[in-house]
């Protein structure tokens, strides 16, 4: 048995089921050991998009995903989504081939591409220790929560297994997959200072972030909430996690609405549950006012206080945190935030659809809110969304609900455009119990399309909305009103509508909410082809996070 082939039973048997990538002359028999195995595979067009279908992937799937890459060009070529995954502490794992030689034109420092973007290098390094590693790559990318590059040198991948390393490797698949991350648990004084905030507390305010996605995360903190009484918030990330709960403010940051700002300003305690409390999540601290107390929870102590100054930091699982302060605290619940001027503001006025707006819609071009609101009544409630970059972005992720956590995916670390197709890619093969929804701006759209063949291919009964402005309209919105040319980032009318039905896709253009009947069609019927719907959406105005979002550059 080749050292290609041991590695990929390997990582099969360690639990590494579901592999995305394009194969050259490099991953070919690696890849192919991996399908032998059991493993899925799924083709992408390119390499970028390939990275970001994994992460998705690895994110709604709570599973450690493979990118399966060629040597130098095929690996290269993934970086961007590769970083995404890296800043966004994904457990992944990137496999790549390698040449060691200097002369070969493939040849790259690749373990320098990996630590430029924060993933972890590793190697396979003789044929005699291969499935060790492998196995080792696996456990280090699930228990630390990291993106793993394991390289693979062509020329060790080559040799033969010897006897004694093969019997190991039978064995190994013979073994049950690396145990799951242990919960940190946290310490008795630090529940205790906890606790004692939370008793002060008269307005206190939960955020969840992405570690509060646990199975059990939400019961916890919706328990200690209502005991303290406390609202509930979410990051960006995590939203959905507390979708139908009346006390939910839904995000914090950039994309709250008027009312969940006010309420959130004016906290008199913040608690940071697995949350960063980074400059989105918290205005760049405007959302905090001067008097009140900060407080973070997380399992990884360097996170604490990495982002802002915060009075206590606890380090600690967000479930099993929420759980010992339960157990320690009295039994009486307080009324804290949760009045009944509180709850009725909250069903009055924290959703954004709710909001009342000027209509800015044309003969020839729709309001992106309007947009929207109707999409969100017509499809599905039971769906996954995913959510590209740009202008456009706060629309869809704040208009259109979601069901929970594992709802809505957003590739947004990095702040890429052109990962919002492959994005939902790859939440739609984690969860194929919903429909899928990718929302694009025209720019990412353009840039991806090539995944609309995999869309296709795979026959995924997808619905792609492009929020077109024909332009790269962050930019328009930000440099125009100073008076800068903007021809470098305004582009002519594009019939994407077009574009897809040459990929396979049924396709409609809208610019008045009366051309959505054939999305109401689309919905009733087989779906036995994906949508994309051309929106023409105005563009008179920016979004009204994107001043925001530009004081982060």
Not at 86 to 98: D, F, G, N
Not at 169 to 178: K, N, R, S
Not at 359 to 387: H, K, N, Q, Y
Not at 454 to 474: F, H, I, K, Q, S
């Given at each position: 048995m080749k050292v290609a082939e041991a590695v990929g039973r390997a990582l099969c048997a360690a639990g590494v089921c579901q592999v995305f990538g394009v194969v050259g002359s490099g991953n070919f028999h690696l890849?192919?050991?991996?399908?032998?195995?059991?493993?899925?595979?799924?083709?992408?067009?390119?390499?970028?998009?390939?990275?970001?279908?994994?992460?998705?992937?690895?994110r709604i799937s709570g599973t450690v995903a493979a990118l399966s890459v060629h040597q130098g060009p095929g690996l290269t070529n993934a970086m961007t989504g590769v970083a995404e995954a890296?800043?966004?502490?994904?457990?992944?794992?990137?496999?790549?081939?390698?040449v060691t030689?200097?002369?070969?034109?493939?040849?790259?420092?690749?373990?320098?591409?990996?630590?430029?973007?924060?993933?972890?290098?590793?190697?396979?390094?003789s044929a005699e220790l291969a499935v060790e590693q492998a196995?080792?790559?696996?456990?280090?990318?699930?228990?630390?929560?990291?993106?793993?590059?394991?390289?693979?040198?062509?020329?060790?991948?080559?040799?033969?297994?010897?006897?004694?390393?093969?019997?190991?490797?039978?064995?190994?698949?013979?073994?049950?997959?690396?145990?799951?991350?242990?919960?940190?648990?946290?310490?008795?004084?630090?529940?205790?200072?906890l606790l004692q905030v939370l008793e002060r507390?008269?307005?206190?305010?939960?955020?969840?972030?992405?570690?509060?996605?646990?199975?059990?995360?939400?019961?916890?903190?919706?328990a200690l909430a209502e005991r303290c009484g406390a609202l509930l918030a979410t990051s960006a990330v995590a939203r959905?996690?507390?979708?139908?709960?009346?006390?939910?403010?839904?995000?914090?940051?950039?994309?709250?609405?008027?009312l969940t700002a006010e309420l959130i300003g004016a906290a008199d305690v913040i608690v940071g549950w697995g949350c960063t409390l980074n400059m989105w999540t918290m205005r760049h601290g405007r959302l905090i006012g001067a008097d009140t107390t900060v407080v973070q929870v997380d399992d990884d102590a360097s996170a604490l206080g990495a982002q802002r100054e915060i009075r206590l930091g606890v380090t600690g699982d967000v479930e099993l945190t929420a759980r010992r302060a339960l157990e320690t605290g009295g039994a009486g619940e307080r009324q804290g935030y949760r009045t009944a001027a509180t709850a009725e503001a909250i069903t009055a006025?924290?959703?954004?659809?709710?909001?009342?707006?000027?209509?800015?819609?044309?003969?020839?071009?729709?309001?992106?809110?309007?947009?929207?609101?109707?999409?969100?009544?017509?499809?599905?409630?039971?769906?996954?969304?995913?959510?590209?970059?740009?202008?456009?972005?706060?629309?869809?992720?704040?208009?259109?609900?979601v069901p929970d956590e594992n709802g809505f995916c957003f590739t947004q670390a990095f702040q890429s455009i052109g990962l919002g197709l492959a994005t939902t890619i790859g939440a739609a093969l984690a969860?194929?119990?919903?429909?899928?929804?990718?929302?694009?701006?025209?720019?990412?759209?353009?840039?991806?399309?090539?995944?609309?063949?995999?869309?296709?291919?795979?026959?995924?009964?997808?619905?792609?909305?492009?929020?077109?402005?024909?332009?790269?309209?962050?930019?328009?919105?930000h440099f125009g009103p100073d008076g800068y040319p903007l021809e470098t980032v305004e582009f002519p009318p594009t019939d994407i509508a077009a574009v897809a039905r040459g990929y396979g896709f049924e396709a409609v253009t809208v610019r008045a909410r009366t051309d959505l009947k054939a999305v109401e069609d689309w919905v009733a019927g087989p779906r036995s082809a994906p949508l994309l719907i051309d929106a023409k959406v105005t563009r008179d105005r920016g979004a009204w996070w994107l001043e925001e979002a530009f004081r982060g550059h």
């Open positions: 890849t192919n050991a991996m399908v032998a195995a059991g493993a899925r595979f799924v083709a992408a067009r390119h390499e970028g998009g390939a990275a970001t279908m994994a992460d998705a992937y690895a890296a800043k966004s502490r994904t457990p992944l794992l990137v496999l790549a081939a390698e030689e200097p002369r070969s034109n493939f040849h790259v420092d690749q373990d320098a591409l990996a630590r430029a973007v924060g993933a972890v290098p590793l190697r396979i390094t196995r080792a790559a696996v456990e280090r990318a699930l228990h630390e929560r990291r993106t793993v590059l394991l390289n693979l040198p062509l020329r060790v991948q080559a040799l033969d297994v010897p006897e004694g390393a093969l019997a190991q490797a039978v064995q190994a698949e013979q073994t049950t997959p690396p145990r799951e991350r242990t919960a940190v648990e946290p310490s008795s004084d630090d529940v205790a200072a507390a008269r307005r206190p305010v939960f955020v969840a972030g992405r570690g509060a996605r646990s199975p059990g995360g939400r019961a916890a903190l919706e959905g996690l507390f979708h139908g709960n009346p006390w939910s403010l839904d995000v914090s940051g950039g994309f709250s609405s008027p006025r924290v959703c954004w659809r709710n909001v009342p707006y000027e209509d800015t819609s044309s003969r020839e071009r729709i309001d992106p809110r309007t947009l929207s609101i109707a999409l969100d009544d017509i499809l599905p409630a039971e769906r996954v969304i995913g959510v590209d970059s740009g202008n456009f972005m706060g629309y869809p992720t704040m208009y259109l609900s969860r194929p119990d919903r429909l899928a929804v990718a929302a694009l701006g025209d720019g990412g759209a353009m840039m991806g399309a090539v995944e609309l063949d995999t869309v296709r291919r795979l026959g995924l009964p997808m619905v792609v909305v492009v929020y077109n402005d024909d332009a790269y309209g962050a930019e328009v919105h």
